[in-house]
């Protein structure tokens, strides 16, 4: 279910999305001849958010959602108007600290390095705007990010249970679906003509969600 709502979405919202302006244009660092629609990240996030509400009523963690869609909207209106990195890193830090404080998951521990303990909140802050700016740097070629996160979501599945479990097969599968628009294609060829991106949105959604 995740994986075809969010291939149906990815080609669906493409026209709108073109006619918006929010299309990834090609320059001298970007080489993918053409403009492409950056419909794939608001696919994968309406597939997660609307099937995690169907399927998971008790789970997983609202709040984790709620800071992953704040940071997809402020990803779109970045990939339209360009925001500063001074504008991106704040509202990354504010999903940082909702996680913490409203959904009250942290890192407490390191294992055998030790305790965190007053240093928890920060840390993971800090790991959660790594982790956003690390997928940004990943997504530099079709298919490698989210072909990156697909077996991640699978690992995590396989070491949990339970909302845990169904929530990442969920994440995979709808990063599955999007891998079908963004897989790389031959020009002029069927797959070609689907083709779409996460975004910046899309991006710094699916890694808060991961």
């Known amino acids: 279910?995740?994986?075809?709502?969010?291939?149906?979405?990815?080609?669906?919202?493409?026209r709108p999305?073109?006619?918006?302006?929010?299309?990834?244009?090609?320059?001298?660092?970007?080489?993918?001849?053409?403009?492409?629609p950056l419909s794939g990240g608001v696919a994968v996030a309406l597939a997660i958010v609307t099937l995690v509400w169907i399927f998971l009523p008790e789970g997983p963690n609202r709040r984790v959602l709620e800071?992953?869609?704040?940071?997809?909207?402020?990803?779109?209106?970045?990939?339209?108007?360009?925001?500063?990195?001074?504008?991106?890193?704040?509202?990354?830090?504010?999903?940082g600290v909702w996680i913490v404080e409203a959904a009250g998951l942290a890192v407490f521990s390191l294992?055998?390095?030790?305790?965190?303990?007053?240093?928890?909140g920060p840390f993971t802050v800090l790991c959660v705007i790594t982790f956003v700016n690390?997928?940004?740097m990943v997504d530099g070629a079709d298919g490698l990010l989210a072909g990156a996160l697909v077996p991640t979501c699978?690992?995590?599945?396989?070491?949990?249970?339970?909302?845990?479990?169904?929530?990442?097969?969920?994440?995979?599968g709808a990063l599955l679906g999007f891998l079908g628009t963004n897989w790389p294609a031959e020009p002029g060829s069927l797959r070609s003509r689907w083709r779409s991106f996460l975004g910046n949105g899309g991006v710094k959604f699916v890694a808060v969600v991961v």
Request: charged share 15%; glycine share 10%; hydrophobic share 55%.
């Open 1 to 14: 279910a995740a994986a075809v709502t969010a291939f149906a979405l990815s080609v669906l919202l493409q």
């Open 17 to 36: 999305f073109r006619r918006a302006g929010l299309v990834d244009h090609p320059d001298h660092r970007k080489q993918h001849g053409r403009p492409v």
């Open 67 to 95: 800071a992953a869609t704040a940071l997809l909207v402020v990803g779109i209106l970045d990939d339209r108007y360009d925001l500063g990195v001074s504008a991106r890193l704040f509202w990354q830090i504010l999903a």
């Open 111 to 120: 294992g055998a390095l030790g305790e965190l303990d007053l240093m928890a």
């Open 134 to 136: 690390a997928c940004n």
């Open 154 to 172: 699978i690992g995590i599945a396989l070491v949990s249970d339970g909302t845990l479990q169904s929530a990442a097969l969920l994440t995979g």
